[in-house]
Protein backbone atom coordinates (compact mmCIF):
# COMPACT_ATOMS: atom_id res chain seq x y z
CA UNK A 1 0.00 0.00 0.00
CA UNK A 2 2.31 2.49 0.85
CA UNK A 3 4.66 1.46 -2.43
CA UNK A 4 1.75 2.56 -4.29
CA UNK A 5 1.18 5.80 -2.66
CA UNK A 6 4.51 6.77 -3.21
CA UNK A 7 4.07 5.90 -7.09
CA UNK A 8 0.74 8.04 -6.56
CA UNK A 9 2.69 10.92 -4.78
CA UNK A 10 5.60 10.32 -8.22
CA UNK A 11 2.79 10.64 -10.82
CA UNK A 12 1.28 13.88 -9.46
CA UNK A 13 4.49 15.23 -9.14
CA UNK A 14 5.43 14.11 -13.02
CA UNK A 15 1.57 15.04 -14.23
CA UNK A 16 2.29 19.09 -12.55
CA UNK A 17 5.83 19.17 -14.52
CA UNK A 18 4.94 17.76 -17.99
CA UNK A 19 1.77 20.18 -17.84
CA UNK A 20 4.01 23.19 -17.32
CA UNK A 21 6.58 21.83 -20.10
CA UNK A 22 3.92 21.49 -22.35
CA UNK A 23 3.18 25.16 -22.00
CA UNK A 24 6.65 26.12 -22.05
CA UNK A 25 7.09 24.04 -24.99
CA UNK A 26 4.01 25.14 -27.09
CA UNK A 27 4.69 29.18 -26.17
CA UNK A 28 8.43 28.46 -27.84
CA UNK A 29 6.69 26.79 -31.40
CA UNK A 30 3.94 29.47 -31.26
CA UNK A 31 7.09 31.95 -31.58
CA UNK A 32 8.39 30.53 -34.56
CA UNK A 33 7.20 31.37 -37.60
CA UNK A 34 8.18 28.16 -39.74
CA UNK A 35 5.58 25.92 -38.09
CA UNK A 36 2.11 26.50 -38.89
CA UNK A 37 -1.21 26.25 -36.44
CA UNK A 38 -1.97 22.94 -37.64
CA UNK A 39 1.41 21.58 -36.51
CA UNK A 40 1.07 23.32 -33.56
CA UNK A 41 -2.37 21.80 -32.62
CA UNK A 42 -1.36 18.77 -33.58
CA UNK A 43 1.57 19.01 -31.19
CA UNK A 44 -0.51 20.72 -28.09
CA UNK A 45 -2.70 17.51 -28.97
CA UNK A 46 -0.01 14.48 -28.39
CA UNK A 47 1.01 16.47 -25.29
CA UNK A 48 -2.75 16.53 -23.74
CA UNK A 49 -3.00 12.67 -24.85
CA UNK A 50 0.44 12.03 -22.90
CA UNK A 51 -1.00 13.79 -19.80
CA UNK A 52 -4.46 12.31 -19.58
CA UNK A 53 -2.92 8.58 -19.77
CA UNK A 54 -0.90 9.55 -16.79
CA UNK A 55 -3.55 11.62 -14.96
CA UNK A 56 -5.52 8.61 -13.84
CA UNK A 57 -2.30 7.36 -11.33
CA UNK A 58 -2.29 11.23 -10.45
CA UNK A 59 -5.92 11.23 -9.51
CA UNK A 60 -5.84 8.46 -7.18
CA UNK A 61 -6.69 8.85 -3.55
CA UNK A 62 -4.00 8.60 -0.88
CA UNK A 63 -5.20 6.43 2.08
CA UNK A 64 -2.51 6.99 4.64
CA UNK A 65 -0.56 9.65 3.23
CA UNK A 66 2.47 8.27 4.84
CA UNK A 67 6.15 9.92 3.89
CA UNK A 68 8.23 7.59 1.77
CA UNK A 69 10.02 6.16 5.09
CA UNK A 70 6.96 4.69 6.67
CA UNK A 71 7.91 1.09 4.61
CA UNK A 72 11.24 1.38 7.10
CA UNK A 73 9.77 2.01 10.15
CA UNK A 74 7.27 -0.58 9.26
CA UNK A 75 9.93 -3.20 8.83
CA UNK A 76 11.86 -2.23 11.75
CA UNK A 77 8.81 -2.07 14.36
CA UNK A 78 8.00 -5.63 12.93
CA UNK A 79 11.68 -6.85 12.72
CA UNK A 80 12.91 -5.43 16.50
CA UNK A 81 10.02 -3.48 18.35
CA UNK A 82 7.59 -5.60 17.78
CA UNK A 83 9.93 -8.53 19.06
CA UNK A 84 11.37 -7.02 21.46
CA UNK A 85 7.84 -6.13 23.46
CA UNK A 86 6.53 -9.60 22.62
CA UNK A 87 9.71 -10.94 24.69
CA UNK A 88 9.00 -8.44 26.98
CA UNK A 89 5.46 -9.14 27.51
CA UNK A 90 6.41 -13.26 28.06
CA UNK A 91 8.56 -12.76 30.41
CA UNK A 92 6.67 -10.30 32.38
CA UNK A 93 3.81 -12.96 32.46
CA UNK A 94 6.89 -15.35 33.68
CA UNK A 95 7.14 -12.72 36.78
CA UNK A 96 3.71 -12.49 37.42
CA UNK A 97 3.03 -16.42 37.30
CA UNK A 98 6.01 -16.73 39.76
CA UNK A 99 4.82 -13.98 42.05
CA UNK A 100 1.37 -15.41 41.94
CA UNK A 101 3.36 -19.11 43.53
CA UNK A 102 5.16 -17.35 45.77
CA UNK A 103 2.39 -15.55 47.20
CA UNK A 104 0.69 -19.05 47.17
CA UNK A 105 3.80 -20.58 48.98
CA UNK A 106 3.57 -17.94 51.50
CA UNK A 107 0.40 -18.15 52.43
CA UNK A 108 0.55 -22.10 52.51
CA UNK A 109 3.58 -21.33 54.90
CA UNK A 110 1.29 -18.97 56.99
CA UNK A 111 -0.99 -21.13 57.24
CA UNK A 112 1.51 -23.77 58.88
CA UNK A 113 2.70 -21.39 61.48
CA UNK A 114 1.56 -22.71 65.06
CA UNK A 115 -0.76 -20.88 67.55
CA UNK A 116 0.52 -18.86 70.46
CA UNK A 117 -0.28 -22.49 72.29
CA UNK A 118 1.31 -24.57 70.25
CA UNK A 119 4.06 -22.75 70.92
CA UNK A 120 3.96 -22.81 74.37
CA UNK A 121 3.25 -26.43 74.76
CA UNK A 122 6.47 -26.62 72.01
CA UNK A 123 8.18 -24.77 74.92
CA UNK A 124 7.98 -26.63 77.47
CA UNK A 125 8.42 -29.65 75.63
CA UNK A 126 12.39 -27.92 74.92
CA UNK A 127 12.76 -27.32 78.94
CA UNK A 128 12.06 -31.37 79.29
CA UNK A 129 14.69 -32.44 77.15
CA UNK A 130 16.94 -29.52 78.08
CA UNK A 131 16.97 -30.75 81.79
CA UNK A 132 17.32 -34.46 80.37
CA UNK A 133 20.31 -33.49 77.87
CA UNK A 134 21.74 -31.86 81.15
CA UNK A 135 21.49 -35.23 83.09
CA UNK A 136 23.06 -37.23 80.45
CA UNK A 137 25.86 -34.35 80.51
CA UNK A 138 26.71 -35.44 84.41
CA UNK A 139 26.34 -39.13 83.61
CA UNK A 140 28.64 -38.45 80.31
CA UNK A 141 31.54 -36.57 82.44
CA UNK A 142 31.19 -39.94 85.30
CA UNK A 143 31.75 -42.44 82.39
CA UNK A 144 34.98 -40.48 81.22
CA UNK A 145 35.97 -40.55 84.41
CA UNK A 146 35.48 -44.20 84.27
CA UNK A 147 36.91 -44.96 80.75
CA UNK A 148 40.52 -42.85 82.44
CA UNK A 149 40.32 -45.44 85.20
CA UNK A 150 39.88 -48.29 83.15
CA UNK A 151 42.35 -46.65 80.72
CA UNK A 152 45.29 -47.11 82.85
CA UNK A 153 44.16 -50.31 83.72
CA UNK A 154 44.60 -51.10 80.22
CA UNK A 155 48.02 -49.91 79.63
CA UNK A 156 49.15 -51.85 82.93
CA UNK A 157 47.58 -55.20 81.17
CA UNK A 158 49.42 -53.68 77.81
CA UNK A 159 52.63 -53.12 79.59
CA UNK A 160 53.11 -57.04 80.46
CA UNK A 161 51.50 -58.19 77.25
CA UNK A 162 54.25 -56.34 75.74
CA UNK A 163 56.76 -58.34 78.12
CA UNK A 164 54.94 -61.20 77.64
CA UNK A 165 55.40 -60.84 73.67
CA UNK A 166 58.82 -59.94 73.90
CA UNK A 167 59.76 -63.10 75.16
CA UNK A 168 57.68 -64.88 72.56
CA UNK A 169 59.59 -62.71 70.28
CA UNK A 170 62.56 -63.82 71.30
CA UNK A 171 61.70 -67.66 71.25
CA UNK A 172 60.64 -67.51 67.48
CA UNK A 173 63.66 -65.52 66.60
CA UNK A 174 65.55 -68.94 67.92
CA UNK A 175 62.98 -70.78 65.71
CA UNK A 176 63.43 -68.07 62.54
CA UNK A 177 66.97 -69.19 62.75
CA UNK A 178 66.26 -72.50 62.17
CA UNK A 179 63.91 -71.97 59.74
CA UNK A 180 65.83 -69.62 57.52
CA UNK A 181 68.70 -72.50 57.55
CA UNK A 182 65.87 -74.95 55.80
CA UNK A 183 64.81 -72.44 53.84
CA UNK A 184 67.67 -71.36 52.36
CA UNK A 185 68.75 -75.23 51.95
CA UNK A 186 65.20 -75.48 49.62
CA UNK A 187 66.66 -72.62 47.71
CA UNK A 188 70.17 -74.16 47.26
CA UNK A 189 68.09 -77.44 45.96
CA UNK A 190 65.90 -75.12 43.73
CA UNK A 191 68.92 -73.66 42.36
CA UNK A 192 70.50 -76.85 41.65
CA UNK A 193 67.33 -77.38 39.73
CA UNK A 194 67.46 -75.17 37.36
CA UNK A 195 70.83 -76.00 36.34
CA UNK A 196 69.88 -79.37 35.68
CA UNK A 197 70.63 -79.67 32.00
CA UNK A 198 73.03 -76.44 31.06
CA UNK A 199 75.42 -76.13 33.93
CA UNK A 200 75.54 -79.25 36.73
CA UNK A 201 75.66 -82.13 34.01
CA UNK A 202 78.58 -80.32 32.88
CA UNK A 203 80.69 -78.95 35.95
CA UNK A 204 79.85 -81.46 38.96
CA UNK A 205 83.13 -81.78 39.88
CA UNK A 206 84.29 -78.16 39.15
CA UNK A 207 81.32 -77.09 41.69
CA UNK A 208 81.84 -79.89 44.09
CA UNK A 209 85.33 -78.49 43.95
CA UNK A 210 84.71 -74.51 44.79
CA UNK A 211 81.75 -75.57 47.07
CA UNK A 212 84.29 -77.80 49.02
CA UNK A 213 86.96 -74.78 48.83
CA UNK A 214 84.41 -71.62 49.76
CA UNK A 215 83.15 -74.02 53.09
CA UNK A 216 86.43 -74.28 54.10
CA UNK A 217 87.43 -71.39 53.23
CA UNK A 218 84.48 -69.83 56.08
CA UNK A 219 84.96 -72.78 58.42
CA UNK A 220 86.51 -72.51 61.80
CA UNK A 221 87.39 -76.09 61.88
CA UNK A 222 89.09 -76.77 58.64
CA UNK A 223 89.45 -80.42 58.75
CA UNK A 224 85.59 -81.29 59.81
CA UNK A 225 85.01 -82.10 55.73
CA UNK A 226 86.83 -83.65 53.63
CA UNK A 227 85.02 -84.04 50.32
CA UNK A 228 81.80 -83.03 49.24
CA UNK A 229 79.52 -84.19 46.28
CA UNK A 230 76.82 -83.78 44.29
CA UNK A 231 74.60 -86.95 42.83
CA UNK A 232 74.22 -85.18 38.85
CA UNK A 233 70.49 -87.06 38.99
CA UNK A 234 69.41 -85.70 42.20
CA UNK A 235 71.58 -82.83 42.82
CA UNK A 236 71.66 -84.14 46.64
CA UNK A 237 75.01 -82.46 48.22
CA UNK A 238 76.88 -85.46 50.40
CA UNK A 239 79.20 -84.06 53.03
CA UNK A 240 82.44 -86.77 53.55
CA UNK A 241 84.09 -86.51 57.47
CA UNK A 242 87.82 -86.52 58.37
CA UNK A 243 87.16 -90.05 58.85
CA UNK A 244 86.20 -91.04 55.90
CA UNK A 245 82.47 -91.45 56.40
CA UNK A 246 79.39 -89.66 55.16
CA UNK A 247 78.88 -86.42 57.57
CA UNK A 248 74.91 -85.61 57.98
CA UNK A 249 73.62 -82.33 58.07
CA UNK A 250 72.34 -82.67 61.52
CA UNK A 251 75.86 -83.35 63.14
CA UNK A 252 76.61 -79.57 61.77
CA UNK A 253 75.39 -77.06 64.21
CA UNK A 254 73.23 -73.88 63.47
CA UNK A 255 76.45 -71.13 62.23
CA UNK A 256 78.12 -74.48 60.43
CA UNK A 257 74.93 -75.17 58.36
CA UNK A 258 74.14 -71.74 57.64
CA UNK A 259 77.75 -71.40 56.48
CA UNK A 260 77.22 -74.60 54.43
CA UNK A 261 74.37 -72.65 52.58
CA UNK A 262 76.45 -69.51 51.89
CA UNK A 263 78.72 -72.03 51.07
CA UNK A 264 77.05 -73.64 48.12
CA UNK A 265 76.08 -70.69 46.87
CA UNK A 266 79.00 -69.05 46.66
CA UNK A 267 80.48 -71.93 44.85
CA UNK A 268 77.84 -71.74 42.34
CA UNK A 269 78.37 -68.11 41.90
CA UNK A 270 82.08 -68.84 41.23
CA UNK A 271 81.18 -71.93 38.80
CA UNK A 272 78.70 -69.63 36.73
CA UNK A 273 81.60 -67.98 35.99
CA UNK A 274 79.42 -64.26 35.38
CA UNK A 275 79.42 -61.42 37.56
CA UNK A 276 75.86 -61.66 39.47
CA UNK A 277 74.98 -59.08 41.97
CA UNK A 278 74.82 -60.89 45.37
CA UNK A 279 72.33 -59.52 47.91
CA UNK A 280 72.48 -60.85 51.57
CA UNK A 281 70.34 -60.32 54.71
CA UNK A 282 71.15 -60.62 58.23
CA UNK A 283 74.33 -61.32 57.01
CA UNK A 284 76.36 -62.90 60.09
CA UNK A 285 73.10 -63.92 62.12
CA UNK A 286 73.85 -65.84 65.11
CA UNK A 287 77.16 -67.22 64.07
CA UNK A 288 80.06 -67.03 66.79
CA UNK A 289 83.26 -64.24 66.25
CA UNK A 290 85.46 -66.99 64.76
CA UNK A 291 83.07 -67.73 61.72
CA UNK A 292 81.83 -64.25 61.49
CA UNK A 293 85.33 -63.17 61.04
CA UNK A 294 85.94 -65.45 58.14
CA UNK A 295 82.71 -63.96 56.37
CA UNK A 296 83.84 -60.20 56.93
CA UNK A 297 87.28 -61.56 55.58
CA UNK A 298 86.91 -63.96 53.34
CA UNK A 299 83.51 -64.21 51.56
CA UNK A 300 81.70 -60.77 51.57
CA UNK A 301 85.01 -59.08 49.85
CA UNK A 302 84.96 -61.85 47.04
CA UNK A 303 81.24 -63.07 46.79
CA UNK A 304 80.95 -61.12 43.67
CA UNK A 305 81.77 -57.93 41.80
CA UNK A 306 78.48 -56.30 43.78
CA UNK A 307 77.49 -57.31 47.04
CA UNK A 308 74.73 -55.51 48.93
CA UNK A 309 74.59 -56.57 52.68
CA UNK A 310 71.68 -55.78 54.45
CA UNK A 311 72.59 -55.94 58.18
CA UNK A 312 71.09 -54.66 61.74
CA UNK A 313 73.14 -52.15 63.85
CA UNK A 314 74.15 -55.61 66.12
CA UNK A 315 75.54 -57.46 63.47
CA UNK A 316 78.23 -55.17 60.69
CA UNK A 317 79.46 -53.35 63.84
CA UNK A 318 82.97 -51.79 65.39
CA UNK A 319 86.17 -54.03 64.41
CA UNK A 320 83.79 -56.25 61.75
CA UNK A 321 82.94 -52.76 60.35
CA UNK A 322 86.76 -51.59 60.63
CA UNK A 323 87.62 -54.43 58.68
CA UNK A 324 84.78 -54.14 55.78
CA UNK A 325 85.22 -50.91 55.27
CA UNK A 326 88.04 -51.14 52.75
CA UNK A 327 85.71 -52.68 50.91
CA UNK A 328 82.85 -50.72 51.27
CA UNK A 329 81.61 -48.02 48.52
CA UNK A 330 78.53 -46.60 49.87
CA UNK A 331 76.82 -46.90 53.25
CA UNK A 332 72.95 -46.09 53.88
CA UNK A 333 70.54 -46.05 57.12
CA UNK A 334 67.12 -47.33 57.12
CA UNK A 335 64.70 -45.96 59.20
CA UNK A 336 61.21 -46.56 60.33
CA UNK A 337 58.57 -43.75 61.10
CA UNK A 338 55.79 -45.24 63.43
CA UNK A 339 54.13 -41.63 62.35
CA UNK A 340 54.16 -41.66 58.66
CA UNK A 341 54.39 -45.49 58.90
CA UNK A 342 56.91 -45.28 56.37
CA UNK A 343 60.68 -45.77 56.09
CA UNK A 344 63.03 -43.83 54.75
CA UNK A 345 66.45 -43.73 53.41
CA UNK A 346 69.58 -42.01 54.12
CA UNK A 347 73.26 -41.78 53.25
CA UNK A 348 75.48 -43.19 56.58
CA UNK A 349 75.49 -46.08 59.00
CA UNK A 350 74.65 -46.75 62.30
CA UNK A 351 77.90 -45.55 63.71
CA UNK A 352 77.92 -42.25 61.96
Same mark, same amino acid.
Given at each position: ?54 ? !? ?135 ? !? ?46 ? &? ?5 ? *? ?5 ? !? ?44 ? *? ?15 ? &? ?6 ? *? ?19 ? *? &?????
Amino acid at each position: MTRHETEIRRARTLFDALEKRDCEVLATLENTEKLGDKVLLKIAKIFETDRCGRK !GLAEESLLLDAEDNLPIQLAHLRATVLPAAEQQAREFITMLANLEENSTRLESELARVPTAERIAAVQLELDTVRKSYEAKLAELEALRVRKQTLQSQRDAAQSKMDKMSEDDMNNRFAEDDRQRILKHSLRVRETL !GRFRTSVVSRHTTSMESLMLESFRRLLRKTDLVKDLTINPTTFEATLT &GRDGKTL *PFDRLSA !GEKQLLATSLLWGLARASGRPVPTIIDTPLGRLDSSHRRHLIERYF *PNASHQVLLLSTDEEIS &GPYYAALK *PFITRTYLLTHSEELGQSNIK *P &GYFNG
